[in-house]
Each structure stands twice: as structure tokens, then as C-alpha cells.
């Protein structure tokens, strides 16, 4: 398996709109952030985990041309409203464009239910009210996203989704006052091991029972992998602060860790440095460390294998 970091950043992105700090006027392009989301690949299938607003960027820079299957932590919009733009790879036409035998002919519908959405009912019955257009016929114009929602609420260690080998775990976890849901994949590789990643983005309080479920979706292999918010230093009353995060993987012990959803306060190269700051208090990471493990700001364009 590998996840490829779309976007690493918040939700207004890096540089913000207007902005002329230091982080947002910088040459390093590892400052440069696009709103969270990932790629996992396993052979020819791709998961997109989160839609956001700078998605169609996203997969151009990337340059796939097929999606297996979305998995959505939650409905902000910094992570649903590049929805539209799933057309593209399971495309619906317009009752119009159906009623005509020639348009129907150039432009057929894909087959199936529609692309494979795994999230929470909370934030389906969302994405159905905010984008209503996507699920009502549509007299004129062109096409919609074909979209087959699946819930995960009954999901979980002794029940996970199973995508073409991959096993996949949702993690509730508290966002603020909303609730979102992390992500863990694991395979049995080509080596014999099962391999994880956890993506455990935009979250203030992952309980007892949630770090319980990513440890245990791992158990007997390696988590390779752990990709957690982490915003900035100052503590946000719904996202993990640089310490919170480190916290949260001394706990869980990935062999490497990865910030994500951070905003402009600091350079990539400062955050590296805030890291090896504090790493010293967390006495699980500096071992993980010692070991060859790293614990690291991601950015946009990072890949993260598994072998």
C-alpha cells in the first residue's frame, strides 16, 4: 500500500487568502498546503480519503484516472465540497440527456450504484442536504456524480469494511462539537506481515477506546504509518495542538508519524524543529526514533509506503 498526501494543510489552505507572512510568502514548497486529503494505492485501485475544495487540483497534480471506492472523515467543508467533481469518475447524466437517444449514446451513464461513499450516516444525510441537485433528477444539463453511500456505523475491529484485501477500520473521534471518523487500512503485504496506515485527521479528543481500535487494527503486524492533525502550537478548541498530537502517537507508537491539517503559523522547517524540541517527553516516539522511525510534518506530494 501507499498514501500519497494530497493536502496537508487547514482549511483556509497555505498560503492564506491575503495573507503575507512569512509561512505564506514562502519559497520552500513543502509550505505550500492544500486542504487535507490522501491517495491510497494498492496495485491498480485507488481510495481517495476526503473531497475537499481543492480537489480537481489535487488529481491533476496527482494524475489518476480511476477511483475504487471515497472514504469521508466528516462534512466541513474543507472536506466534502470538491464532491462534484466525482463525476468524472462515475458519471450520471441528467433525465434530459437520457431522454435523448443521441446524447445517451455519446454520453452513456456508468453502470452500477455509483462510486462507493464510506462514511457515517450523520454526515451522508449532510452531503444529501447540502447537495441536494446531486440526487434529484435533473431536466436540463449535464452530469452528476453517481454516488453509492455506504455506512460505517456498524463497522468496526471485529466488523471492518473490506475493499480488495484491505481491511479498513473507522475510528470515531471528537472534532469540536462535531463528531469525524479516522481511518485505518491494513493488508497482509507481499512480505507476509500486515501493514497499516491510520489517517487520523481533524480531531481534539480521540478517547481510550478509538486509540484501543487503531492499536488493535494493527495488532500482529506493523502500523507503519500513523498521520494525525495536528494544527499548531496553541491549543484550538477542535483540533489537536503539536502536543496533543504527540501525545496521541507516543500512545499509539506507529513506527513513523506524520502531522497533517496544519495552518500558517510555521514554516515547515520550524515545525521539524519543534519536534525535535519536545520530542524528549515522549519516551515511546524518542525509542520509535532510536529505531529508525521518524516523527515528521507531512506535505503535499509525500508518499508513504509500507515496504
Not at 467533481?85 to 433525465?95: A, P, V
Not at 475510528?171 to 489517517?199: C, Q
Not at 487494527?217 to 506493523?222: P, Q, R
Amino acid at each position: 500500500m501507499k498514501l500519497l498526501i494530497l493536502g496537508s494543510g487547514t482549511s483556509h489552505g497555505v498560503p492564506v487568502i491575503g495573507c503575507q507572512c512569512a509561512v505564506c510568502k514562502s519559497a520552500d514548497t513543502r509550505d505550500n498546503r492544500l486542504r487535507s486529503s490522501a491517495l491510497l494505492t494498492d496495485g491498480d485501485n485507488n481510495y481517495l480519503i476526503d473531497v475537499g475544495p481543492d480537489f480537481r487540483q489535487q488529481a491533476l497534480r496527482a494524475g489518476f484516472r480511476k477511483l475504487e471506492s471515497v472514504f469521508i472523515t466528516h462534512a466541513h467543508a474543507d472536506h466534502i465540497h470538491g464532491i462534484d467533481d466525482l463525476r468524472i469518475f462515475s458519471h450520471k447524466n441528467s433525465r434530459a440527456m437520457n431522454e435523448d437517444a443521441r446524447i445517451k449514446e455519446k454520453y452513456p451513464e456508468t453502470a452500477g450504484e455509483g462510486l462507493p461513499i464510506y462514511t457515517s450516516s450523520r454526515v451522508a444525510s449532510h452531503i444529501r442536504e447540502c447537495f441536494k441537485y446531486i440526487f434529484v433528477d435533473h431536466d436540463k444539463g449535464g452530469g452528476i456524480p453517481k454516488l453509492n453511500f455506504i455506512t460505517v456505523d456498524d463497522n468496526n475491529g471485529e466488523n471492518p469494511v473490506l475493499k480488495n484485501g484491505i481491511q479498513v477500520v473507522p475510528v470515531p473521534m471528537i472534532h469540536g462539537n462535531h463528531h469525524t471518523t479516522g481511518w485505518v487500512f491494513s493488508k497482509v503485504e507481499s512480505d507476509g506481515v500486515k501493514h497499516s496506515i491510520a489517517y487520523l485527521t481533524d480531531c481534539s479528543f480521540i478517547n481510550d477506546s478509538s486509540l484501543e481500535l487503531v492499536k488493535k487494527a494493527s495488532e500482529n503486524g506493523v502500523l507503519d504509518h500513523l498521520v494525525i492533525d495536528a494544527l499548531r502550537v496553541q491549543p484550538h478548541s477542535s483540533h489537536n495542538n503539536f502536543d496533543q498530537a504527540l501525545m496521541y502517537a507516543n500512545q499509539i507508537g506507529a513506527k513513523n508519524t506524520w502531522f497533517i491539517h496544519m495552518t500558517h503559523d510555521f514554516k515547515h522547517a520550524d515545525i521539524q524543529k519543534y519536534i525535535d524540541e519536545h520530542l524528549s517527553r515522549y519516551e515511546n516516539l524518542v525509542k520509535i526514533t532510536e529505531e529508525g522511525g521518524c516523527v515528521r510534518p507531512s506535505f503535499d506530494g509525500l508518499e508513504l509506503n509500507t515496504l
